[in-house]
């Protein structure tokens, strides 16, 4: 049974960081690309940031780039999100997943930003 477990989400004022970390089991990590995604209150869940299996390739959303980092650690089976100088739109529930060949859907992490 693969496992999702997404954590490290909180209040922030805007201009605050985060760091989200999701913890995965059941499923081959090291050899995947993964993803993180949000989905803010009444929009459809997006994709926030890429990673290749080597960390060699990354890709960012346009509204987050130069913002957030992505990274891995295949050692621990975990990737993190680094996350800066937030903003208000920046709230939503986020998520990791497997880039190819999605599992179900974790409980994700919220992150509200106040302005």
């Known amino acids: 049974q693969v496992q999702l477990v997404e954590s490290g989400g909180g209040l922030v004022q805007a201009g605050g960081s985060l760091r989200l970390s999701c913890v995965v089991s059941g499923r081959a990590f090291s050899g995947a690309a993964m993803g993180w995604y949000r989905q803010a209150p009444g929009k459809e869940r997006e994709v926030v940031a890429r990673?290749?299996?080597?960390?060699?390739?990354?890709y960012y959303a346009d509204s987050v780039k130069g913002r957030f980092t992505i990274s891995r650690d295949n050692a621990k089976n975990t990737v993190y999100l680094q996350m800066n100088s937030l903003k208000p739109e920046d709230t939503a529930i986020y998520y990791c997943?497997?880039?190819?060949?999605?599992?179900?859907w974790g409980q994700g992490t919220q992150v509200t930003v106040s302005s």
């Open positions: 997943n497997y880039v190819s060949r999605r599992e179900d």
């Open positions: 990673i290749s299996w080597s960390s060699s390739v990354t």
